[in-house]
């Protein structure tokens, strides 16, 4: 069987950068932009153009610059948002304009005061108005994951009729299982007519903590372009993060599915996006955090010194990080010890070793971690006692 490409659409820019604080001014975006076009993104959803002129002039700019990705930008199903999208994106050398509308009972019901039809006309006018400026017009059906397959399959259909190329199926508010966002991108694939002229999309929200686990469940089901962003950044609890679906798809061969980004950079790109938007990476998320690649636990750390693959199933070097960690804790053993002190240049006998683990011992209960200046002290205490 053949591997097939799945496309990365990157939206820090745009749904990362709603996280309240991460603001980001037209420089900074750029910065960021022109990363992910080296990172291999596919797609960089820009910003939402009609929102204000600061995010018009930050569209505009980015489509100037971005070389090889789509540049995207967000709007409503009106006129008004779609203009000021194709006017943005006027400069980019592949340009798409992103409009959809709400399409769950609780959508149409409450934010529109509206009916299923009229919602299926407006979704295909915006589109076909989206058309008249770009090829690439991508639709997005808001709160699809409580949308009822049937009456999405419809809106899908007209989408496509008005010509969409992209369907955006997003589980706006994370409440998905995995099992039924799958079963959701598997259902269209099989019964939305025209479905072989568009691609679908997964843009999943991490509120129950399975943006990623829904997003690789839609890709094993048919669909061929993830929405994410750097660090997993997003409305409330997040989106699916970027370095976790492709070091999925990196690590799951047999899955036949690939991604063009250039898994080396990841760890470079988190820490930028990090200190631009002054958001911390928790120390233990996935592929970036800082304890990602870091043993403490003295079973794990002899089985890692011994052989790397016992204890990580991804080599440091792969997403960008220099080496694994050694973490000397009370939890730590004789061999992580010999091998941090071997690595400040102390070789130490296994006789000398017994000494100096008792002194580690009692210098780790009074520490949460050991240090390289805690190692030399605890070699010139033992050297001076047993000498």
Do not use: W
């Not at 948002?81 to 959809?100: C, M, N, V, W």
């Not at 009972?105 to 979704?123: C, G, T």
């Not at 400026?133 to 899908?156: H, I, K, P, Q």
């Not at 089985?303 to 000397?328: F, H, M, Q, W």
């Amino acid at each position: 069987m053949k591997s097939e490409k799945i496309e990365i659409f990157d939206t820090t820019l745009r749904d990362g950068e709603q996280v309240p604080g991460c603001k980001l001014n037209t420089e900074q975006k750029l910065i960021i932009a022109g990363k992910l076009d080296e990172l291999g993104v596919d797609v960089i959803e820009a910003g939402f153009p009609i929102s204000s002129p600061g995010d018009f002039h930050s569209v505009s700019e980015i489509s100037k610059l971005v070389k090889n990705a789509k540049v995207c930008g967000l709007t409503r199903a009106n006129q008004k948002d779609i203009d000021a999208a194709a006017e943005a994106l006027r400069f980019a050398k592949r340009p798409r304009i992103h409009t959809g509308i709400g399409t769950s009972d609780s959508h149409i019901r409450f934010k529109f005061n509206s009916n299923r039809e009229d919602i299926i006309e407006r979704a295909s006018q915006a589109v076909k108005y989206a058309k008249t400026f770009v090829e690439d017009v991508e639709f997005y059906a808001e709160d699809a994951g409580r949308t009822d397959n049937d009456y999405l399959a419809r809106v899908c259909e007209a989408a496509i009729k008005a010509g969409a190329t992209v369907l955006n199926i997003p589980d706006t508010t994370g409440y998905c299982l995995p099992e039924e966002y799958g079963e959701k991108i598997k259902y269209l694939k099989e019964n939305v007519s025209g479905i072989h002229r568009a691609i679908l999309s997964c843009h999943c929200h991490n509120d129950l903590g399975m943006a990623t686990a829904n997003s690789i469940s839609g890709v094993i089901n048919g669909a061929r372009q993830i929405e994410c962003t750097i660090n997993g950044l997003g409305e409330r609890a997040g989106n699916t993060a970027l370095e976790e679906v492709v070091m999925i798809l990196r690590q799951h061969p047999y899955l036949q599915l690939y991604t063009d980004v250039k898994s080396r950079m990841l760890n470079p790109m988190s820490l930028l996006v990090s200190e631009l938007m002054g958001m911390p990476v928790q120390p233990n998320k996935a592929i970036v955090g800082a304890n990602a690649f870091a043993h403490s636990s003295g079973i794990h750390q002899d089985g890692v010194i011994k052989n790397r693959e016992t204890y990580e199933i991804i080599d440091p070097a792969e997403v960008g990080v220099n080496a694994s960690t050694i973490v000397l804790t009370a939890r730590s053993g004789r061999s992580a010890l010999a091998y941090r002190f071997k690595h400040i240049g102390f070789e130490v006998t296994k006789n000398e070793l017994d000494f100096l683990y008792e002194e580690f011992l009692r210098v780790a209960d009074r520490k949460k971690e050991v240090d390289n200046d805690d190692l030399s002290a605890i070699i010139e205490k033992v050297t001076r006692k047993i000498g």
